[in-house]
Every structure is written in structure tokens, then in C-alpha cells.
Nanobody
Framework: QVQLVESGGGLVQAGDSLRLSCAAS????????MAWFRQAPGKEREFVAV????????YYADSVKGRFTISRDNAKNTVYLQMNSLKPEDTAVYYC???????????????????WGQGTQVTVSS
């Protein structure tokens, strides 16, 4: 069982920055593919970014490419999402997810992830 705890959300203005953190339990964090998703009211959960366990390669949704950066610190069992140039349409609950077992995942498919955090609210005012 892996527990994921997100933090760092809040209310900001358009153009501001926020950094989200997701702390994972257990000693196997370095073998997990980690991802961020988000869900706005009345909408489906959507993929934001992913970072692989092996090479640390990253992949982003087109809507956030160039503004958001995903990174990980294996020594701290933590994955981050640096969000710059925030827009009102970025408003959502942001969820951290992990895929265990050193296996490839299709980044945008929620069913490929084994564990999810409880989410942190990000609200961007115009």
C-alpha cells in the first residue's frame, strides 16, 4: 500500500506561480512512475504531467507544456509540480498518482495508476 499526500495548493491570481508537492510512503519510491492529474468541477479527470521512474523522462499535456514542470526527489520520496503563468482555466483539484512495478504506463490513462492522493485545490482568479 502506498500513501500519497499532496500539498501546496491555494488561491492565486492569473500569472502567478505555485509549486505542488506529493509525498509518497514506502521505500520503493524510486521505482514508481509518478504523475499529476487534475479535475475541474463538472469535468473528467485529465492528465497533466508524468515523470518516469527509470530515466526521469517527462511528458506533458499540451495545455500546460512550457508552463508546468514535473520533477522528483527520490531521496525525499517526493514529486513536484511547478506551475508558472497560471491561468483561470488551470483551476481544479490536482491529484498525484503513482504506477508501481517498474512497468510502462500510458501517461494519460487513469487506469494505469495504482494509487492516488486525496487532491489539493488550486484556484486561479482572473
Amino acid at each position: 500500500q502506498v500513501q500519497l499526500v499532496e500539498s501546496g495548493g491555494g488561491l492565486v491570481q492569473a500569472g502567478d506561480s505555485l509549486r505542488l508537492s506529493c509525498a509518497a510512503s514506502g521505500p520503493m519510491f524510486s521505482t514508481y512512475t509518478m504523475a499529476w492529474f487534475r479535475q475541474a468541477p463538472g469535468k473528467e479527470r485529465e492528465f497533466v504531467a508524468v515523470i518516469s521512474w527509470s530515466s526521469g523522462s517527462t511528458y506533458y499535456a499540451d495545455s500546460v507544456k512550457g508552463r508546468f514542470t514535473i520533477s522528483r526527489d527520490n531521496a525525499k520520496n517526493t514529486v513536484y509540480l511547478q506551475m508558472n503563468s497560471l491561468k483561470p482555466e488551470d483551476t481544479a483539484v490536482y491529484y498525484c498518482a503513482c504506477a508501481t512495478g517498474r512497468r510502462p504506463v500510458v501517461p494519460a490513462q487513469t487506469r494505469g495508476y495504482d494509487y492516488w492522493g486525496q487532491g489539493t485545490q488550486v484556484t486561479v482568479s482572473s
